[in-house]
């Protein structure tokens, strides 16, 4: 099992690759929370390790407060850390269409 961290910013398609988006604008998601990354990493049965609320991903130092998304959340996951943040960021927009 793999261990790394998903910072909300990973998942956002309001921010380009350069402010750490990893995957692509076509599959995030738009100001996905931190409490909605938690929920879908417990429905996949990922192993949360530790949650940060007030952590900044280094690379939105730079950006509006607007863009700024705090906290960040160790997971340890048998999926490569892309493959993770795509099954989450399915799973959050399966969740929103729902509500």
Do not use: H
Not at 26 to 52: C, Q, W
């Amino acid at each position: 099992m793999g261990r790394f961290v998903v910072w909300p910013c990973e998942l956002d398609s309001r921010l380009s690759r350069k402010y750490g988006r990893i995957i692509p604008k076509n599959l995030a998601i738009e100001k996905p929370s931190l409490d909605e990354i938690i929920e879908v990493a417990e429905t996949l049965n990922l192993k949360i390790v530790e949650v940060d609320r007030e952590k900044l991903n280094p690379r939105l130092s730079g950006i509006d407060e607007e863009l700024r998304t705090y906290g960040r959340i160790i997971i340890e996951s048998p999926y490569g850390k892309v493959k993770t943040l795509r099954l989450i960021a399915q799973k959050i927009r399966e969740f929103r269409r729902r509500r």
